[in-house]
């Protein structure tokens, strides 16, 4: 059934590399010819040792990297040559991104940091608050945090108030740094049941795992990025 | 994405005898964009707002504003009166020090009220109500309107002359540094409420600010300046993140963790 749709991600021969201007302008090339797609419905896990490129990667799809040459394609929008107003509207809609750190504005609640992302697409208050409350309860943080800002929170609460947030709108594409990492059993379950939820309604999810187990599970695919690694200058 | 953009900045160059204030400047500012300008001082950057909100001439360029009578026009050559007219409606400027934007003598309902009634408002009632509705939109309670600004707290004159500029829903609001010289937790408070104005009023902002922490939390996209140029420009986290001029990496990699 899913054969006869585009994918949702197709990333084609792109490379990248950092020039450190204040060491030497020292040029270290990072990734080469890059090359793969994921379909609506699919998780594709990044693997690769520390250091391969996979979190490189995942912010050249999400743009806050710039790619050198080659083209990522989010739906209709090219990552790599888009105007920043362009990515900007794709991070609204189109691509989630669950990293490994929450950002927040500090003293904005929590129940309002997982409802952002809904207020920004025009989901009405009452709607995204019930969706924000919903999402709180099954990553069991405790309804008496809700009216706090999670800048004071654990780590692993902050985690998933982060986690929250990023599955709080439907996007069809997502990137999913480390998600499970640190939680406990019942925590781990419910974000693998959220990536489940998500695959089931189609969205096309890139992610790292380090936590094999979790990656066997949701994943259809592994894409070794150490592939793409450059070869070392001679 | 084909809509029209709200600020078009074309070539705008400014000296001071001769030495450089900025030059070589161009971007176009689309609606419900926030874009923050950095750079160590007297890199150009307020030099440069005030250039873009008519405070200074500049030597040459244009600043083309999309007015809601006639599209897009230059603000560097319209009428003195139609600019005055711009500044009091879809245009609104926060001032560094709250001080340089409020009326020091007149009490705090009346510095919102003025705006109003430099729009035509007439109702004494309404313009109070709408005062009071707007003082409290940025925390001043109400019981605080008969107050005159000296009276107040550095945080809450700025959070005033927030209200001061926005009561008139305007569409491009200029920051020069809006959080500079406030403490930490009152910065965050002011962040707060600027980031939910920004939201739901769909309002356009161009700040200027040294404070990178400030900037990844407000702007979606940056400006670096340096002696009077910009030396990038993209989205800022691609900015703050992935820096690819030289002086951009230094700027970040001097800074504890943004």
């Known amino acids: 059934m899913t054969q006869t749709l585009p994918p949702v991600i197709r990333i084609e021969d792109v490379s990248k590399s950092f020039t450190l201007h204040n060491q030497g302008s020292a040029v270290i090339p990072v990734m080469q010819g890059a090359t793969f797609d994921v379909m609506p419905g699919e998780c594709v896990a990044l693997t690769g040792n520390s250091g391969a490129g996979k979190s490189t990667l995942m912010r050249m799809i999400y743009g806050n990297y710039l790619s050198e040459s080659g083209h990522i394609w989010v739906g209709d929008t090219d990552v790599a040559n888009a105007e920043p107003r362009e990515i900007i509207a794709l991070r609204r809609a189109t691509l989630g991104y669950v990293s490994q750190f929450l950002r927040v504005v500090p003293r904005v609640p929590t129940i309002e940091v997982v409802a952002e992302p809904l207020l920004t697409v025009g989901v009405d208050r009452e709607t995204a608050f019930a969706k924000a409350r919903d999402l709180l309860s099954r990553l069991n943080i405790p309804e008496t945090l809700w009216g706090l800002s999670p800048t004071t929170f654990s780590g692993g609460e902050q985690q998933r108030v982060n986690i929250a947030r990023g599955f709080a709108h439907e996007y069809p594409a997502m990137l999913l740094d480390e998600p499970t990492a640190s939680l406990d059993a019942t925590n781990r379950e419910t974000v693998l049941s959220l990536i489940e939820e998500a695959k089931a309604r189609g969205a096309a999810i890139i992610g790292i795992f380090h936590d094999a187990l979790a990656r066997e599970r949701v994943a259809d695919r592994e894409i070794d990025v150490s592939a793409f690694t450059p070869a070392k200058a001679a | ?258």
């Open chain 2, 1 to 258: 994405m084909t809509t029209q953009p709200l600020l078009s900045v074309k070539d705008i160059r400014k000296t001071y005898g001769g030495r450089i204030g900025c030059t070589d400047v161009s971007f176009d500012l689309y609606p419900g964009e926030v874009m923050g300008i950095v750079g160590e001082s007297g890199s150009g950057k307020s030099t440069l707002l005030n250039c873009m909100a008519g405070h200074l001439p500049p030597d040459s360029g244009q600043v083309l504003f999309d007015t809601r009578d006639r599209g897009m026009v230059d603000t560097l050559t319209m009428s003195e009166p139609e600019r005055r007219m711009l500044s009091r409606t879809d245009w609104a400027f926060v001032h560094q020090h709250a001080r340089d934007g409020l009326r020091m003598g007149v009490s705090a309902g009346g510095n919102v009220g003025e705006r109003l009634m430099a729009v035509g408002a007439r109702h004494y009632g309404n313009i109070r109500s709408q005062a009071i509705d707007w003082l409290g939109r940025v925390e001043i309670n109400e019981d605080r309107v008969d107050d005159k600004p000296s009276a107040f707290s550095g945080g809450m004159q700025q959070r005033l002359q927030i209200a001061r500029n926005l009561v008139t829903g305007p569409r491009l609001v200029f920051m020069d540094e809006p959080t500079g010289g406030l403490d930490v937790s009152v910065q965050a408070r002011l962040l707060d409420l600027l980031r939910g104005l920004v939201r739901e009023m769909g309002l356009s902002a161009i700040i200027v600010t040294h404070d990178l922490a400030v900037v990844r939390l407000l702007a979606d996209r940056l400006m670096v300046m340096k002696s009077g140029h910009v030396v990038e420009h993209g989205l800022t986290d691609q900015v703050l993140d992935d820096p690819q001029h030289a002086y951009t990496q230094l700027l970040v990699s001097s800074v504890l963790q943004v």
